[in-house]
């Protein structure tokens, strides 16, 4: 394991540097995820023939709309395509209920995805690069540990276990989350699902509780979006039980950490324990918090992660 820890003052407030659209193109494509249709877009980098691909999706219950289209659109001006994926019921893929956060289930999207992207003869279907942020984050590194042909992966603030959702309630209020995730698994079956906010507005019960972080979070939905402040409270039953990996030896490609130092979400002592037990990890620290990385911290995160990409793929 390698390890780059940036000290020092968080950097300054400002969005990424978006590249020409003469520098890519974006085609939509779907695939099928145990009978469900799933969309995404690909991005192809302009005058590069097969080119290696990183594919990415979003945060807890988000869409492939909330803040990947600029990693995305950078990725291809530096030469490499990204695919940017919705989970299934989410975003403009296929399923009931919406916004349904399984992550067995969203960890079997990211092997469709693979597929089908290992049998597109416009890339380069073995070097295929896994990024997630969050609970994809977490989602990405199992995927890697299922699957040896993955390149690389790159898990950003990666969610290792669902205590940033579950922790910090207290015991009455982690009782009364699992007690709608259990009201929910039960009147699914003939009312339809219980659903609870995923930011809420402070006063009822949300996934996340904190007001910074769902701040930071609105700030990733973009203007004149559909997407619904809501999922069903299953999720707090699957975050309660949530870890990404049994068994990190499992993991046998080059694997970048990028991890926050004021992030709560996903601890950045936790993700440099995870690079501890890696045996091809670098680990990065930045001052920032568990969303930073899409605005204040983009143009440092993006750099390592340019950086780690021409090392291994």
């Not at 990947?68 to 030469?79: I, M």
Request: overall charge negative.
């Amino acid at each position: 394991m390698s390890t780059w820890r940036h000290r020092g003052a968080p950097p300054a407030a400002r969005g990424p540097r978006r590249p020409s659209h003469f520098d890519y193109s974006r085609v939509s494509l779907t695939f099928e995820s145990d009978g469900t249709a799933c969309a995404g877009w690909l991005y192809r980098p302009d005058g590069v023939e097969r080119p290696p691909v990183v594919v990415m999706a979003g945060e807890l219950a988000a869409e492939r709309r909330f803040g990947l289209r600029p990693y995305a659109e950078r990725l291809a001006e530096a030469g490499y395509a990204a695919f940017l994926f919705d989970y299934r019921n989410v975003g403009d893929s296929d399923g009931e209920p919406r916004n349904l956060v399984a992550p067995d289930e969203q960890v079997d999207d990211w092997h469709a995805a693979l597929e089908g992207l290992r049998e597109r003869s416009e890339i380069d279907g073995n070097r295929l690069v896994l990024w997630g942020a969050g609970l994809s984050g977490g989602y990405a590194l199992r995927v890697a540990a299922e699957d040896t042909r993955v390149a690389a992966v790159v898990a950003q603030n990666p969610m290792l276990d669902g205590s940033g959702v579950m922790g910090g309630r207290g015991v009455r209020g982690t009782l009364a989350a699992l007690g709608a995730g259990v009201r929910d698994k039960l009147q699914s079956r003939f009312l339809g699902p219980h659903r609870v906010p995923v930011l809420g507005d402070g006063v009822s019960m949300a996934v996340f509780e904190d007001p910074v972080v769902r701040g930071a979070y609105r700030e990733l939905v973009p203007p004149g979006s559909t997407w619904r402040d809501e999922t069903p409270a299953r999720v707090f039953l699957s975050m309660f039980r949530y870890r990404a990996l049994s068994d990190p030896d499992d993991i046998t490609c080059p694997v970048l950490l990028v991890a926050g130092t004021r992030d709560e979400l996903a601890p950045a002592d936790d993700v440099a324990s995870l690079a501890d037990e890696l045996t091809n990890a670098t680990l990065v620290e930045l001052p920032a918090g568990h969303f930073d990385h899409y605005d204040r911290s983009f143009e440092q995160t993006f750099g390592h992660l340019l950086s780690f990409l021409q090392a291994v793929a």
